[in-house]
């Protein structure tokens, strides 16, 4: 095969992922998004606030807050546990604070922002951002909610001239309450953004009742490298692994087991909200579809115990800079399939019987997988697995795919990788 004609089969595979990525700016358009690619597969939504009608043979989803989603697809005959993945919908970012607009002495209007997560301050200077959200009126049924999004290059974190900080190229230490607050107009653009996104949702500025409204970065996802051997954009961590989970879970017909696909929001400040991983949702979800299919509470902790949870969280992949910050021999690339990661100290759930497991998946995919550790002298992150079985205690493996970067604004990741975790998933769903 030609070249040109490999990269144009890598265009088209990777458009799908690049497409949701570039149009799900926070988590709320992220669920929205996954729940048009359940619709359009013959999924019916459910809300919690309502009885459901679970039947054999069918599919349902359930979002909670806007911002997380459950899918799952039932057996025709009645099922022997759960086929789980996890991944999360959020990202590190800037949230704009209650009131946000500052005037600069009669010249410029900026926002006042707050950190979301552990963010890599300085990606984010000197680049176009655009402001996404939700908004909150009242209708004619109570409170109610619209996703909005300016999509337009609409303000900018303006970097400081070397010429009045010398000491830029030393190191600098960012304060995100006086060094990244954005720039979005002249003084004269005093309540333009909000009377925008207002009249993008269909009201007046004065009607809105809350918001939930974050900055994000411009830059759309691409291929890059002299071979075409990587890709970047904002948000892969984690948008890659919620992408690649639903789109399995709506390829593949559940045989003995009931499949799920749960994209939880909030992991990016520690899952503690109701509707993040150590929260009630996931357990909610499997308790009442388990009611409605006649399984007793005894029934239910059996499927339990015969139950599999892939909490799928992207990986530090080997830096070209700065090898050494990798273990010794637990140093993943990117390119080189799914990351098995473990810690001594349990941040990641991996034990033996769950890596031999996701190994063995791997292995009748044909897709290749590889190890990650912590350098023992680095703390490291935290993912979803360990928390979400605080909830739901089922046999759990921590994995992701491999990228550089992470928690950038822009991210780096192996060009194959996605491609192995769909594949991955779906052996999985379909075991």
């Known amino acids: 095969m ?26 709320y358009h992220a669920v929205a998004n996954l729940g048009k690619m359940l619709d359009e597969a013959g999924f019916e939504k459910l809300e919690e606030k309502k009885k459901w009608d679970v039947r054999l043979g069918e599919k349902y989803y359930v979002n909670r807050n806007d911002s997380s989603v459950i899918a799952f697809t039932v057996p025709a005959q009645m099922p022997r546990g759960f086929h789980m993945m996890a991944a999360h919908s959020d990202s590190p970012c800037f949230k704009l604070k209650e009131a946000p607009e500052i005037a600069v002495d009669d010249c410029y209007i900026k926002l006042n922002v707050e950190k979301y997560g552990g963010m890599i301050l ?59 607050e954005p720039i979005i107009g002249s003084a004269d653009a005093k309540g333009v953004y909000l009377k925008a996104l207002a009249e993008q949702a269909g009201m007046a500025d004065y009607e809105i009742m809350g918001a939930d409204l974050f900055l994000y970065n411009r830059d759309k996802c691409r291929i890059v490298g ?36 749960a994209v939880f929001d909030n992991e990016e400040v520690g899952s503690g909200t109701k509707q993040g991983a150590d929260s009630t949702f996931l357990k909610d979800v499997l308790e009442r579809l388990s009611g409605k299919l006649s399984i007793d509470a005894e029934e239910y902790r059996c499927m339990l115990a015969d139950s599999f949870l892939i909490s799928a969280d992207n990986a530090h992949a080997l830096h070209p800079n700065h090898p050494e910050k990798a273990d010794t021999v637990n140093r993943p690339i990117m390119n080189n399939g799914i990351v098995i990661k473990h810690h001594g100290s349990q941040r990641y759930a991996t034990d033996a019987v769950s890596a031999a497991v996701m190994k063995d998946i791997c292995l009748r995919a044909g897709v290749l997988y590889q190890t990650y550790a912590n350098r023992s002298d680095i703390a490291g992150g935290s993912t979803l697995g360990n928390i979400s079985t605080a909830q739901v205690s089922v046999n759990t493996v921590d994995i992701g795919l491999a990228q550089l970067a992470m928690h950038s604004a822009f991210e780096t990741a192996g060009a194959a990788d996605v491609g192995y975790l769909i594949k991955a998933l779906c052996t999985f769903y379909r075991s």
Not at 155 to 173: F, L, Q, S, T
Not at 238 to 255: I, R, S
Request: aromatic share 6%; net charge negative; with cysteine.
């Open 2 to 27: 030609s070249l040109k004609m490999k990269n144009r089969n890598l265009e088209e595979d990777l458009q799908p992922l690049f497409h949701f990525i570039d149009n799900s700016p926070t988590a």
């Open 122 to 180: 300085s990606t984010w200077l000197d680049r176009p951002l655009s402001i996404a959200g939700r908004l909150v009126f009242r209708g004619k049924q109570g409170m109610e909610s619209r996703l909005v999004n300016l999509d337009k290059d609409v303000a900018m974190i303006p970097n400081v001239a070397i010429h009045m900080n010398r000491d830029m190229n030393k190191g600098v230490e960012y304060n995100p309450q006086t060094d990244m």
């Open 226 to 261: 002299i071979d075409n051997a990587f890709i970047a954009g904002p948000r892969l961590d984690d948008l890659e692994c919620a992408f690649a989970g639903m789109a399995a879970l709506v390829k593949e017909e559940p045989k003995e087991y009931v499949n799920v696909c």
